[in-house]
């Protein structure tokens, strides 16, 4: 499993995982339950929570 480090507080961040398949994830999204809004995408057959914006620190 990836891990993922938060740049600003240095924490470990472990992404939530969730298996379902491509059919799946297009009837949540035919259903409402999933939106734009929703910071999840499917990878790999696995509905996967989107790291956090980072905005880039000016020089």
């Not at 499917?42 to 696995?46: A, D, P, T």
């Given at each position: 499993m990836t891990?993922?480090l938060?740049?600003?507080t ?10 379902i398949?491509v059919?799946?994830y297009h ?9 734009e809004?929703d910071?999840?995408e ?5 509905l ?8 880039p620190?000016?020089?």
């Open positions: 891990l993922l938060n740049p600003d240095e924490e470990v961040i472990r992404p939530q995982l969730w298996q398949s059919e799946r009837e949540m999204i035919e259903a409402g339950s999933l939106t809004d910071r999840l499917l990878l790999e057959g696995y996967v929570e989107k790291r956090p914006l980072i905005h620190t000016p020089l």
